[in-house]
């Protein structure tokens, strides 16, 4: 159980276009997931928390306008790179938290999604 | 904000040996997750743990809220346990934030 795929799991486009990456929680219902970046050899850096239904929360210094996040099912979530540049390529992960009971269940993670921006 | 450090940044075993991986974290927190990160960048639930003692096969984590420091302990490694270990505190008022550490690098040698 406790699931979590992500789509694609590597991608490579040309500057200036932009990308849609999926996270979904297969076998559970996910209200709150959350998409994480990762730059070579170092630890990964919450980017943005998505409630289903709702706007997203962004941390402080990522661009919401650069990252659109969408959650429009207990099951799914897209973060769009808009406009991508090379200093957008870097390795994004996903993860979802259990819909029900304690707001602290443990978090799962998808396998990541490596993007390239040429 | 809370600062999560871990030590050693590198540890280097053979295989067989046993080792402790150490997670400081500098204020109260409402749970604690440890992950492995293998070579293809998935992270791998290992434990999450806000007190106490965990054990799952040849691994085991403590953790000591009082004293804000979990560990992990890793016995009889196998090769297999190489990669990137990273703990991580869960902040905020929802649970809504996983603060992570800067990770251990784990070589295991045949």
């Known amino acids: 159980g406790a699931v979590v795929s992500q789509h694609p799991s590597w991608v490579i486009c040309k500057s200036g276009t932009s990308v849609k990456i999926e996270c979904r929680s297969l076998?559970?219902?996910?209200?709150?997931m959350f998409w994480y970046r990762q730059f070579p050899k170092q630890s990964l850096m919450l980017m943005a928390t998505?409630?289903?239904?709702?706007?997203?929360?962004?941390e402080q210094g990522v661009e919401k306008d650069k990252f659109l996040i969408n959650h429009a099912s207990l099951t799914l979530s897209t973060l769009t790179v808009t406009s991508a540049h090379p200093e957008d390529s870097s390795f994004y992960i996903c993860?979802?938290?259990?819909?029900?009971?304690?707001?602290?269940?443990?978090?799962?993670f998808g396998p990541g999604t490596r993007l390239t921006v040429l | 904000g809370i600062q999560v450090e871990q030590s050693p940044p590198d540890l280097i075993l053979q295989e067989g040996a046993n080792s402790t991986l150490r997670c400081n974290f500098s204020?109260?927190?409402?749970?604690l997750q440890w992950f492995h990160q293998n070579p293809w960048g998935q992270l791998i639930n290992l434990f999450y743990?806000?007190?106490g003692t965990k054990q799952n096969g040849r691994l085991s984590a403590t953790t000591v809220a009082t004293e804000r420091y979990s560990l992990l302990y890793i016995s009889s490694s196998q090769t297999t346990d190489s990669g990137v270990y990273f703990c991580?505190?869960?902040?905020?008022?929802?649970?809504?934030?996983?603060?992570f550490g800067a990770g251990t690098i784990l070589r295991v040698k045949s």
């Open positions: 991580a505190v869960v902040v905020g008022e929802y649970g809504n934030k996983l603060v």
């Open positions: 743990i806000p007190s």
């Open positions: 076998d559970f219902q996910a209200t709150t």
């Open positions: 993860s979802a938290r259990d819909g029900w009971g304690s707001p602290y269940n443990e978090q799962f």
């Open positions: 998505s409630n289903e239904g709702s706007k997203a929360t962004y």
């Open positions: 204020d109260s927190v409402n749970n």
